[in-house]
């Protein structure tokens, strides 16, 4: 809930701030209280201020001289930011200040280290443990093949894209380039043949 707080326009108490709690808050000239307003035109126990997390509510308790908001005079109504609210002829604004929202910043991920392997091979930057085979020409980050994506093109070419610039990616120099990947349709084909040769030996 936004902050509310009745601003005293008038009288002795002029420049005081009362500022309200959520839920009831009774105002008037006696000592119980929650507010004690030093004003003649005010009765003992005056009105209610009820405050919400969506609104601000005056409920008058049978006052003698009435309470007014902006010159009309309420027995339940709602006031609103800049409204004044009169308790006889103690006037006071109602001053509501938006609720301050801080959001903490996120954390940065911490950025991938690239390593090399016992043998003093580059290590893939996702996976430490498998040999890099590509390069992305502009992070520099090296891969294995199965981080890289491919993008076939028309005539049967292929390019490979880093996955974190899509940059091209090239074989890493003095590191044999990975075998180019066949279609599903090479693959089945592939297995078609090996159980036709099975089925054959086994005649």
């Not at 009435?66 to 109602?94: H, P, Y």
């Not at 929202?101 to 911490?110: C, D, E, G, T, Y």
Request: glycine share 8%.
């Amino acid at each position: 809930m936004a902050t509310a707080r009745l601003i005293i326009l008038n009288g002795a108490q002029k420049g005081d701030e009362l500022e309200l709690q959520r839920g009831s808050n009774f105002l008037g000239r006696a000592e119980a209280n929650d507010f004690v307003l030093n004003d003649v035109t005010v009765s003992a126990r005056h009105c209610e201020v009820i405050v919400t997390d969506f609104s601000v509510r005056v409920r008058d308790l049978g006052s003698t001289n009435g309470t007014w908001i902006d010159n009309r005079r309420v027995l339940d109504a709602e006031i609103r930011n800049g409204q004044v609210l009169m308790l006889g002829s103690m006037e006071m604004r109602l001053s509501v200040l938006p609720a301050e929202i801080s959001i903490p910043p996120l954390p940065k991920p911490a950025e991938p280290v690239q390593t090399t392997l016992d043998d003093g091979r580059p290590a893939c930057i996702n996976h430490p443990g498998i040999e890099a085979v590509l390069k992305c020409t502009q992070c520099g980050r090296m891969y294995c093949e199965a981080c890289v994506r491919e993008l076939h093109l028309v005539g049967g070419k292929s390019r490979l894209f880093c996955p974190a610039c899509s940059g091209s990616c090239q074989p890493v120099t003095g590191v044999a380039a990975p075998p180019k990947r066949k279609s599903f349709a090479s693959r089945l084909l592939d297995t078609i043949k090996i159980q036709f040769k099975k089925n054959k030996q086994g005649n």
